[in-house]
T-cell receptor
Framework: IAGITQAPTSQILAAGRRMTLRCTQD?????MYWYRQDLGLGLRLIHY???????GKGEVPDGYSVSRANTDDFPLTLASAVPSQTSVYFC?????????????FGPGTRLTVL | AQSVTQPDIHITVSEGASLELRCNYS??????LFWYVQSPGQGLQLLLK??????LVQGIKGFEAEFKRSQSSFNLRKPSVHWSDAAEYFC?????????????FGPGTSLSVIP
């Protein structure tokens, strides 16, 4: 049982570089999400997708982009990384698109931007 | 605006002692309420969830939470803590009828368990 996989596990990146964080789920869930986790701030939603082919902006979308070409994959791209994007990034999914649906989380990607 | 507060940043309890983690929310209607747990180096896992019905909700790993509308609270409890319960705990509110129906997470409470 894989659930949600994320890659890479961790990455150190020079400022200004482009980076794509990968996320794949095998549960055929409709909705997928990207969060960043920062100490004292909890999880903040970056982008979401309610179904393949659609995406939406969350609470902190600036500097990030996403795509949802199919049900399983939801990559997050940093076009030009900045140090403030140093964080732990979690991908999640849910079967439905309601705020009441349980979300299933991947193990996270720890990103350091220097 | 919807928000979730967890007043305690860090709590330390002895193994076998009881535990209560506090959560307060701000939302205009009856929300979905969640508690998630994050073990070190792991993603979040759902402990329990409330939307309606009995205000005392049972979850996994022996946890329970009580919804108190008058106090806008959803505190998490466990009668006897085990060393394996050391983790980060997040309270969350599931919103509805906004631009998008999503979950807002609190800042988290870190739990340490001493033998």
């Amino acid at each position: 049982i894989a659930g949600i996989t994320q890659a890479p596990t961790s990455q150190i990146l020079a400022a200004g570089r482009r980076m794509t964080l990968r996320c794949t789920q095998d549960m055929r869930h409709n909705a997928m999400y990207w969060y960043r986790q920062d100490l004292g701030l909890g999880l903040r939603l970056i982008h979401y997708s309610n179904t393949a082919g659609t995406t939406g902006k969350g609470e902190v979308p600036d500097g990030y982009s996403v795509s949802r070409a199919n049900t399983d994959d939801f990559p997050l791209t940093l076009a030009s990384a900045v140090p403030s994007q140093t964080s732990v990034y979690f991908c999640a999914s849910s079967a439905g698109t309601s705020g009441g649906d349980e979300q299933f989380f991947g193990p996270g990607t720890r990103l350091t931007v220097l | 605006a919807q928000s979730v507060t967890q007043p305690d940043i860090h709590i330390t309890v002895s193994e076998g002692a009881s535990l209560e983690l506090r959560c307060n929310y701000s939302y205009g209607a009856t929300p979905y309420l969640f508690w998630y747990v994050q073990s070190p180096g792991q993603g979040l896992q759902l402990l329990l969830k409330y939307f309606s019905g009995d205000t005392l909700v049972q979850g996994i790993k022996g946890f329970e939470a009580e919804f108190k509308r008058s106090q806008s609270s959803f505190n998490l409890r466990k009668p006897s803590v085990h060393w394996s319960d050391a983790a980060e705990y997040f309270c969350a509110v599931g919103t509805m009828k906004t631009s998008y129906d999503k979950v807002i997470f609190g800042p988290g409470t870190s739990l340490s368990v001493i033998p």
